[in-house]
């Protein structure tokens, strides 16, 4: 029996998990695409309560999305790691086959990569990163596929760059380094992505370019931020936090549900519609 042709459940784990938009994208994919017995719902599910969450799962379980702090304690109650999942260490999508097995892969990657390619981004000479946390090394192995140069990042600390350098040799991207002080000289770069927490850029905001290039902000909530705004006032790209949760959901619908077009413009709608109610 088909996946389609029987009841199966997905959900999207974490915590704190009350704000995510995940259900929201997964339920307008499965109301498009017609499957009527599909559900998907959100468990606050922190790392010592993982293993006896995932153990406890029917038969009827097609696979969940992992959010913090999640992403790398899952790792030890698999069976299977995608390449692209044990390039950073982080899996955020966990689909269980049909003979059980559990398969762990990382979708925020190409999810960043088919983001880009949404707005014309195929390939940029050089880059810059503002931060260098959990989403920065996404943002790397993202760069290590379209970035044919040098990845220049902005950190706060010296373990911080000592972890972004280690990080570019793993995934073969050349990094440089810089002190979060000079973060502003980023901002002229072909591609900036901004993955640090809200509030952090708002003081590079008068330090925009006056012909901007391209702007990927991982943020989506508040938003806009006050550098994605004043980067669209001047007339630059601009990738959203929302962008990117749309794509990467949009390759664990295809995963766990086995459809192979995941419906992009209802799952963004979607969301828009969502962040718009949350106001």
């Known amino acids: 029996m088909s996946r389609t042709a029987t009841k199966h459940r997905a959900a999207v784990l974490g ?30 599910v922190d790392e010592e309560a993982l293993p006896g969450f995932v153990e406890k799962l029917g038969p009827e379980w097609a ?51 088919a983001a880009l390619r949404e707005r014309g981004i195929e390939q940029v000479e050089s880059a810059a990163i503002l931060g260098a946390g959990a989403t920065a090394s996404s943002a790397l192995a993202a760069l290590a596929r379209i970035c044919t ?30 002190d979060w002080a000079d973060a502003e000289r980023g901002l002229s770069a072909p591609l900036v992505i901004a993955t640090t927490p809200a509030g952090a850029t708002d003081a590079l905001s008068g330090a925009v370019p006056e012909r901007p290039t391209t702007l990927f902000d ?32 949009v390759l664990q619908v295809e995963q766990m549900t086995g459809c192979k077009t995941a419906p992009v ?15």
Do not use: C
């Not at 704000?19 to 606050?44: M, Q, T």
């Open 15 to 44: 915590s704190p998990i009350a704000h995510s938009l995940s259900p929201v994208l997964h339920r307008a994919a499965y109301a498009e695409l017609g499957l009527a017995d599909w559900s998907y719902d959100r468990f606050e």
């Open 63 to 113: 696979g969940l999305s992992l959010t913090m702090p999640l992403k790398r304690a899952v790792i030890p109650l698999l069976d299977e790691i995608s390449e692209t999942a044990t390039s950073v260490e982080a899996v955020n999508t966990l689909v269980f086959t049909e003979d059980g097995r559990r398969v762990g892969d990382n979708t925020d990657i190409p999810g960043m990569v």
């Open 218 to 249: 991982v943020l989506y909530d508040p938003w806009p931020t006050e550098l994605a705004a004043r980067w669209s006032a001047y007339g630059g790209a601009v990738v959203s936090g929302l962008d990117l949760l749309v794509h990467q959901a």
């Open 149 to 178: 140069g040098e990845v220049v990042a902005y950190v706060r600390s010296g373990a911080r760059a000592a972890e972004m350098r280690q990080w570019g040799e793993r995934l073969d991207v050349e990094v440089r380094t810089e």
């Open 265 to 279: 413009g209802a799952m963004r709608q979607a969301g828009e519609r969502a962040l718009a109610e949350r106001g």
